[in-house]
């Protein structure tokens, strides 16, 4: 087989359409609003235009089947026949699919988590022993059908072996999925015949594993894999796609086998040493060089001169972008309302001016640099402007933060925070309180679209606001919690709320990005210096506590929570946009302790998710995020309690960070996985006080009055009485009133049973 190198692509796109169209027609398709042939013809003409718009643009490779109705891993788990068991009773196929992304009345739904570092998230495959591979290419194959009679130079993406067994979990007893490799590979090969004979020149292999630590021996397999899939005469050429960071021993030993293409992420991975291995110079090097996970527009001049460096040492090179787009919003043609000023624009690129900036990169390399002289110009003029911005450079914010680093962010000694807590406080043994959301309302969300269309006004709209938070607060103290919240009905999205309100961020108008599922996020944009202009929160906080004479909590989230959940610039080290968010959130409780709140609680659900990929960067990285926590809530006097909430993840790998934030109170998910956070926390030296989440918001079931008692007996074998906090394992904005009143209601009863006993 002699596959001609290409010589510009993106590794993958978005496919939610660009006004979420698939979103729509599938949750259309869930509720039986949608017929599946309309479902299917939404979907084949998202396919159609992405690919046109691809290969129109000058793409001379596209990526194909990356198109997914939920998942690319659901996806894959359904080529190699490896769905569990539990849904084989459906007949239909999509219908399976969807059983095992979203569970039934009668199945759950496999797991999911973060797709590496990303804000992503994929299903995670079962394999058990009674996991039979099999091969199902049909998905694969009708789209590469699809794409080679529009003409398209289709490039089909498939996730490759290592990563498919490496991100699935063992069940049933089973032993690691990667001991089934064999089983796999044979399948893999087969695939590659099919593809082969209809009519694919390349295939794309996503091996994004090979950039982390989590498999030692990932580096031998690949080559041992790679090789097997090499050696196949009837195959099309094989692009082995790397993303997310530096594939290290990885790069040598896949350019040791004769895979023809070898994808490396030039912006995660810095400087892979593309010129030390010598067995690249035979190969094609897909040079991730435009970043496909962040919004900046590419500086042409300096991303030439580095493909300019690799050249010498490759046999050919093809431009990309470092992953695929789908971590991207669509289009900045999508961005019309007029809030996007010309300077702020002309330094971003979305997924569509991505795929330009791949075109014009090749073209260079191909034609030299006065080919495209006007996209030089462009570039430079944009690099020139954000340079000089006044917006990313306030000394003011800049000092301040180094003089609060230079005097320190320690609180005062912990035992006697508590003391003076509790003076302050008088909570009975057992506290009760939640995390913070009540449940969205339809009068909340009536409200908030009334007031974007303009039908009421800023006034009205506030007063709603009031109306909910008076609700809220009238239903904790029926129900007798003990610390309460106000219910963030005021807010869209914990992370976007503030982004709104601070300087140096800026909200899209549709900027949607897939966040699992039909589910999208529109990540703020920070592209300056951070500051706050005026207090963010206190009115509303201090309007509920007026309602009531039980502690109100101060709800904020919290610096390395912002910093995850938005587009982040990218000149300067992540470490000091982090301390600058601290600040201003720290200015927040400052005006919130002012104005007479005694619990402020700030959120770091995303602790766990910035984690690097490689075990040795990640100190440094909890080392900055327990410090910006820190500088954001040592501002105020040690009588006023600092609480925190953690979720969506594992905890162990950062379990040491989590006491060394030093918070008085942790309320952390721990409800399905039985309170050994408890036993984890203690090992790592944790003292302070903490509230393991009793039960599962996740699920619409109210857990009984005895099962919540139960798991607070286990806590105190853990925890001692006087530490131990009593809550539900996260946020309550997606349940209805009246499950949270009834789950209330039986947690705040088995507190009191506990307490009784103690
Ligand atoms: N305070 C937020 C809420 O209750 C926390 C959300 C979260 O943990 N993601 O909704
Ligand atoms: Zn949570």
Same mark, same amino acid.
């Given at each position: 087989?002699?596959?001609?190198?290409?010589?510009?692509?993106?590794?993958?796109?978005?496919?939610?359409?660009?006004?979420?169209?698939?979103?729509?027609?599938?949750?259309?398709?869930?509720?039986?609003?949608?017929?599946?042939?309309?479902?299917?013809?939404?979907?084949?003409?998202?396919?159609?235009?992405?690919?046109?718009?691809?290969?129109?643009?000058?793409?001379?490779?596209?990526?194909?089947?990356?198109?997914?109705?939920?998942?690319?891993? %659901?996806?894959?788990?359904?080529?190699?026949?490896?769905?569990?068991?539990?849904?084989?009773?459906?007949?239909? #196929?999509?219908?399976?699919?969807?059983?095992?992304?979203?569970?039934?009345?009668?199945?759950?739904?496999?797991?999911?988590?973060?797709?590496?570092?990303?804000?992503?998230?994929?299903?995670?495959?079962? &394999?058990?022993?009674?996991?039979?591979?099999?091969?199902?290419?049909?998905?694969?194959?009708?789209?590469?059908?699809? *794409?080679?009679?529009?003409?398209?130079?289709?490039?089909?993406?498939?996730?490759?072996?290592?990563?498919?067994?490496? %991100?699935?979990?063992?069940?049933?007893?089973?032993?690691?999925?990667?001991?089934?490799?064999?089983?796999?590979?044979?399948?893999?090969?087969?695939?590659?015949?099919?593809?082969?004979?209809?009519?694919?020149?390349?295939?794309?292999?996503?091996?994004?594993?090979?950039?982390?630590?989590?498999?030692?021996?990932?580096?031998?397999?690949?080559?041992?894999?790679?090789?097997?899939?090499?050696?196949?005469?009837?195959?099309?050429? &094989?692009?082995?796609?790397?993303?997310?960071?530096?594939?290290?021993?990885?790069?040598?030993?896949?350019?040791?086998?004769?895979?023809?293409?070898?994808?490396?992420?030039?912006?995660?991975?810095?400087?892979?040493?593309?010129?030390?291995?010598?067995?690249?110079?035979?190969?094609?090097?897909? *040079?991730?060089?435009?970043?496909?996970?962040?919004?900046?527009?590419?500086?042409?001049?300096?991303?030439?001169?580095?493909?300019?460096?690799?050249?010498?040492?490759?046999?050919?090179? *093809?431009?990309?972008?470092?992953?695929?787009?789908?971590?991207?919003?669509?289009?900045?043609?999508?961005?019309?309302?007029? *809030?996007? @000023?010309?300077?702020?624009?002309?330094?971003?690129?979305?997924?569509?001016?991505?795929?330009?900036?791949?075109?014009?990169?090749?073209?260079?390399?191909?034609?030299?640099?006065?080919?495209?002289?006007?996209?030089?110009?462009?570039?430079?003029?944009?690099?020139?402007?954000?340079?000089?911005?006044?917006?990313?450079?306030?000394?003011?914010?800049?000092?301040?933060?180094?003089?609060?680093?230079?005097?320190?962010?320690?609180?005062?000694?912990?035992?006697?925070?508590?003391?003076?807590?509790?003076?302050?406080?008088?909570?009975?043994?057992?506290?009760?309180?939640?995390?913070?959301?009540?449940?969205?309302?339809?009068?909340?969300?009536?409200?908030?679209?009334?007031?974007?269309?303009?039908?009421?006004?800023?006034?009205?709209? #506030?007063?709603?606001?009031?109306?909910?938070?008076?609700?809220? &607060?009238?239903?904790?103290?029926?129900?007798?919690?003990?610390?309460?919240?106000?219910?963030?009905?005021?807010?869209?999205?914990?992370?976007?709320?503030?982004?709104?309100?601070?300087?140096?961020?800026?909200?899209?108008?549709?900027?949607?990005?897939?966040?699992?599922?039909?589910?999208?996020?529109?990540?703020?944009?920070?592209?300056?210096?951070?500051?706050?202009?005026?207090?963010?929160?206190?009115?509303?906080?201090?309007?509920?506590?007026?309602?009531?004479?039980?502690?109100?909590?101060?709800?904020?989230?919290?610096?390395?929570?912002?910093?995850?959940?938005?587009?982040?610039?990218?000149?300067?080290?992540?470490?000091?946009?982090?301390?600058?968010?601290?600040?201003?959130?720290?200015?927040?409780?400052?005006?919130?302790?002012?104005?007479?709140?005694?619990?402020?609680?700030?959120?770091?659900?995303?602790?766990?998710?910035?984690?690097?990929?490689?075990?040795?960067?990640?100190?440094?990285?909890?080392?900055?995020?327990?410090?910006?926590?820190?500088?954001?809530?040592?501002?105020?006097?040690?009588?006023?309690?600092?609480?925190?909430?953690?979720?969506?993840?594992?905890?162990?790998?950062?379990?040491?960070?989590?006491?060394?934030?030093?918070?008085?109170?942790?309320?952390?998910?721990?409800?399905?996985?039985?309170?050994?956070?408890?036993?984890?926390?203690?090992?790592?030296?944790?003292?302070?006080?903490?509230?393991?989440?009793?039960?599962?918001?996740?699920?619409?079931?109210?857990?009984?009055?005895?099962?919540?008692?139960?798991?607070?007996?286990?806590? %105190?074998?853990?925890?001692?009485?006087?530490?131990?906090?009593?809550?539900?394992?996260?946020?309550?904005?997606?349940?209805?009133? @009246?499950?949270?009143?009834?789950? %209330?209601?039986?947690?705040?009863?088995?507190?009191?049973?506990?307490?009784?006993?103690?």
């Amino acid at each position: 087989m002699t596959a001609q190198p290409f010589t510009a692509t993106v590794t993958g796109s978005p496919r939610i359409g660009p006004r979420r169209e698939l979103k729509r027609a599938i949750e259309g398709f869930w509720a039986g609003r949608t017929s599946r042939s309309e479902l299917e013809s939404v979907a084949a003409a998202l396919r159609r235009d992405t690919w046109s718009d691809l290969a129109g643009a000058g793409l001379d490779s596209v990526p194909v089947n990356t198109f997914s109705y939920y998942d690319q891993m %659901l996806d894959t788990a359904v080529l190699l026949g490896a769905l569990p068991a539990r849904v084989a009773h459906l007949s239909d #196929e999509l219908d399976r699919y969807f059983a095992a992304a979203r569970g039934t009345d009668e199945v759950a739904p496999l797991e999911m988590t973060k797709w590496f570092d990303t804000n992503y998230h994929y299903l995670v495959p079962e &394999i058990g022993p009674g996991t039979q591979f099999t091969l199902h290419p049909g998905k694969v194959l009708a789209e590469l059908k699809e *794409a080679l009679a529009q003409g398209i130079p289709a490039r089909p993406v498939l996730i490759g072996p290592l990563t498919f067994l490496l %991100l699935s979990k063992p069940v049933d007893g089973a032993g690691a999925p990667i001991e089934r490799l064999d089983e796999v590979v044979p399948l893999y090969s087969e695939l590659l015949s099919l593809l082969a004979g209809a009519g694919a020149a390349w295939v794309q292999l996503d091996e994004p594993v090979l950039v982390t630590d989590m498999h030692a021996g990932a580096a031998a397999l690949a080559e041992r894999v790679y090789t097997t899939l090499g050696s196949l005469t009837d195959r099309p050429g &094989i692009h082995v796609a790397t993303y997310f960071g530096d594939p290290g021993a990885a790069l040598p030993a896949l350019a040791r086998t004769p895979v023809e293409a070898i994808g490396v992420d030039l912006v995660a991975g810095g400087g892979a040493p593309v010129a030390a291995i010598p067995e690249l110079a035979g190969k094609l090097v897909v *040079a991730g060089i435009v970043d496909g996970r962040n919004v900046w527009r590419t500086d042409v001049e300096a991303a030439l001169s580095r493909l300019a460096t690799l050249l010498g040492s490759v046999g050919n090179l *093809a431009v990309s972008t470092s992953c695929s787009t789908l971590h991207v919003p669509y289009s900045l043609a999508l961005e019309t309302s007029g *809030a996007l @000023d010309d300077n702020l624009r002309s330094w971003l690129a979305f997924g569509a001016e991505k795929v330009r900036e791949v075109v014009v990169l090749a073209r260079a390399l191909r034609e030299g640099r006065d080919a495209v002289a006007d996209e030089i110009a462009a570039s430079n003029a944009a690099v020139a402007s954000r340079r000089s911005d006044p917006r990313l450079h306030n000394e003011q914010i800049r000092a301040r933060i180094d003089t609060l680093m230079a005097s320190g962010t320690k609180r005062g000694n912990a035992a006697e925070r508590r003391e003076s807590q509790n003076a302050r406080l008088h909570l009975p043994p057992l506290p009760t309180t939640t995390i913070g959301s009540f449940p969205q309302t339809p009068a909340i969300r009536k409200a908030r679209a009334a007031l974007r269309n303009g039908e009421i006004d800023r006034e009205e709209y #506030e007063r709603r606001m009031k109306t909910e938070i008076a609700e809220v &607060i009238a239903l904790q103290e029926r129900l007798g919690l003990d610390v309460l919240v106000h219910g963030e009905p005021e807010r869209n999205d914990m992370v976007q709320y503030f982004a709104e309100q601070l300087d140096g961020f800026f909200a899209t108008d549709n900027g949607w990005v897939q966040s699992y599922g039909t589910r999208c996020v529109r990540p703020p944009i920070l592209y300056g210096d951070v500051s706050r202009p005026h207090p963010m929160t206190v009115e509303w906080i201090t309007y509920a506590q007026s309602l009531t004479g039980k502690p109100v909590k101060g709800m904020l989230t919290g610096p390395v929570t912002i910093l995850a959940w938005s587009f982040v610039r990218d000149d300067q080290p992540l470490a000091d946009t982090a301390y600058q968010i601290a600040l201003a959130i720290r200015d927040e409780t400052v005006d919130l302790e002012r104005a007479g709140i005694a619990i402020i609680q700030v959120d770091e659900p995303a602790l766990r998710e910035l984690l690097p990929l490689r075990r040795a960067e990640q100190d440094a990285y909890l080392q900055w995020a327990v410090g910006a926590f820190r500088l954001a809530t040592s501002g105020v006097s040690d009588s006023t309690q600092i609480q925190t909430h953690l979720c969506y993840s594992e905890f162990g790998e950062v379990i040491g960070a989590i006491a060394e934030l030093d918070a008085d109170v942790t309320l952390i998910e721990a409800a399905r996985s039985h309170m050994e956070v408890l036993d984890d926390l203690n090992q790592a030296g944790f003292s302070n006080s903490v509230g393991p989440g009793v039960y599962d918001i996740h699920s619409p079931r109210v857990p009984s009055t005895d099962e919540i008692a139960n798991s607070l007996r286990a806590a %105190l074998r853990a925890v001692p009485a006087e530490r131990l906090w009593v809550n539900p394992d996260c946020g309550l904005k997606t349940r209805t009133v @009246d499950e949270v009143t009834a789950s %209330l209601r039986n947690m705040v009863a088995a507190a009191a049973q506990v307490r009784a006993d103690i």
